[in-house]
């Protein structure tokens, strides 16, 4: 669909000394477009993407964080992007290290971009720099921890009022049967 | 009275730079919610207020953030159905629509045609109970009761439909991976077709006590206003975005299901303002009744999932008699779908806007990563940036306007 | 008077003793006469319930009949406590606050599984059943309840409520805000 959008940005960030900017590019299923993008060339790549007359990316509908325990690095941020006058869409994926969680901030390039990067911050830990609000988002402040990556636990409550507690529950929702599991 | 005293006492007219001096005012912080008498969850907004006029608003959400992603990576991917049902719980069957739909692209499985086309009915069914929700809440909220009745009876009457074909008035938890769950009954076809004639009465009654309402227009009109470059900028889609002036929808931009093969309009606004959103909704549910009219003159009847044991449960003859139906049934219940590894961003048309899934699997019976993308999500973040100097007044119509459900908003 | 009298084993109730008890029985029961018909509810709404407590307010399956029809959004005005929705862990403060504002004598309606229970959020994030945090008089199951499920959880509160003993006057000093709740 939008191949001619990864064709270009491979082509045009292409460093043999630096580094290519964008690699990997390939085509998932359903006909998505999918590149790799180097951490430091983002804020170059989504600017070119936004602005150059023959891609106008002018929507970021969905930015999101997956947490990829084992691998190395272990956070990809995956950046969704759609040109409504052209009609393409395209996902660039941005690899982060667990000890370096930090990402540059696309917030001045998509102003929709705030809440994402704050939702990725308080889910997944990844901090942005140059974000406008940077804060949490759904949880407390109180609340230690950062619930979607995969070694927080499923059950891990942190009340912010005493609740009465049930001894020896069993639990028959989904994931560990027994607390202790 | 002595003559100092009777001077003293003489009015004095105030100086002309004291009448027109600016009152001394202290800028005054006004905390509205999260537990709010308008029903749309719950979000805090904590308004500076100079005067009657907003000088900023900070929002405060995830207080019904019920973990639906972390849930989902612990069930197997049949069993995320009721919890992308509980997503937007006004038009629950278009989030299990969007979550099979992601699925089956990532599976590159075919849907039958009769299943498309009850998808299509069932989407745009609730696609008009969205619509028809958010007008009741618009007119209660700026004092008209009476269009919340009329709005909430149509909306019963639709649900008394789905009620005969999924089980459940509002978490339907209709659509299965391969195709739908069950059947139209007899007689269902006509019997919503008479339906959607009533609502078509009360829509229109709706209309006549609404849109030409001298009242609610002053309060709508101008209020909450957003260029077409800004909705874009901030991510809008859906209808807030085509009330700005940009005709992007992706029914007609990619299509799914079997919407390239209706005929139906894209209505397109031109100011952007509260009042073109809400007669966006008024428009698309008449396109939305056009909609299911064709799909019923059209369907046939056929299957209802795709034969493949792999990802539909297998009929229960052949899981009573043969030993590949238990097997099958067993596999896929204790297991779940074996969804082959990868990514995909599977995007439909809600009715807020274009609600997205980003599926990510390991190859496993359960999902690695289930991203959702709500529609209302891009609206609510913009809240603040709207409202900047309108009147406290104003904030209701427009967060009404917007139409932010706290389940998909707040997951 | 009479109460403390009952306290103590063996004394043998006199007539005036009957007479007053008569008389508490009556003012009691006209009391819960007048209660029951009359709920303020303080809709707490929170989620998808917050749809089936639209319809429920709404012509068809009409609350109105039953007295309960009117909302009010300030809980000092009210008495009924519909916790219509899930409580995350976010809100529980806030729904502790709004129950204690409210005046005796109140009730407490836990409208929806996620609100007896905590239905199948069962994770980080959400309170499992608000009887942790607060009392619940009649918990009404469904996911969502339909609208006639609500309606005879009203009825059965509003027996209920005929059943307590009620008093124009305590008599005894009256709690403070942000004690422990008196268990029912």
Known sequence: ?181 | MSTEVKEALKPVAPRSSELDAPLKSKRMLVNLGPSHPATHGTARAVVELEGENIASCKLDIGFLHRGFEKSCENVTWTQCFPYTDRLNYVSSIMNNVGFALAVEKLCKLEVPERAQYLRTITSEIHRICDHLTLVAALGLELGAMTVFLYAVEGRDLLWDRLTELCGARLTSNYARIGGVSRDAPDGWAEKTTATLDRVVSLRDEIDGLLTRNRIFVDRVRGVGTVSRADALDLGFTGPCLRASGEPYDVRKAAPYLVYDRLDFDIPVGSNGDTLDRYLMRIEEMKQSDRIIRQCFRDMAPGELVVRDFRYVLPPKPEVYGTIEGVMAHFKLIMEGIQVPAGEVYGYTEAANGELGFYLVSDGSGRPYKLGLRAPGWPMLAALPIILKGALLSDLIPVFDSINMIGGEVEQ | MSTELDAIPGIIPTRRDDAMGALEKMVSKGLGWARKYSLFQYPFVTACCGMEYMTLAAARYDLDRFGAALPRFSPRQADLLMVVGTVNCKQAPVLRRVWESIAEPKWVVAFGVCASSGGFYDNYATVQGIDRIIPVDVYVPGCPPRPEQVLDGIIMLQAKIQGQHHQLTQGKPLPVLGQAPRPR
């Open chain 1, 1 to 181: 669909m939008s191949k001619v959008v990864i064709d270009a940005l491979v082509e045009r960030f292409k460093d043999p000394v630096k580094g290519d900017g964008v690699t990997g590019a390939f085509q998932g299923p359903g006909g998505d477009d999918v590149a790799f993008v180097e951490r430091d060339r983002l804020l170059e790549v989504c600017q070119f993407l936004r602005d150059d007359p023959g891609m106008q990316f002018n929507m970021a509908p969905y930015i999101t964080a997956v947490d990829y325990l084992g691998q190395e690095p272990r956070f990809e941020v995956v950046y969704n992007l759609l040109s409504t006058t052209r009609n393409w869409r395209v996902r660039l994926r941005v690899k982060v290290p667990e000890q370096d969680a930090v990402m540059p901030s696309v917030c001045a390039i998509w102003r929709g971009a705030n809440w994402f990067e704050r939702y990725c911050f308080d889910m997944y830990g990844i901090t942005f720099t140059g974000h406008p609000d940077h804060r949490r988002l759904y949880m407390y402040d109180e609340f230690e921890g950062h619930p979607l990556r995969k070694d927080y636990p499923l059950r891990g409550r942190q009340p912010l009022v005493t609740e009465l507690e049930v001894p020896e529950e069993q639990f028959r929702g989904p994931g560990p049967a027994r607390r202790s599991e």
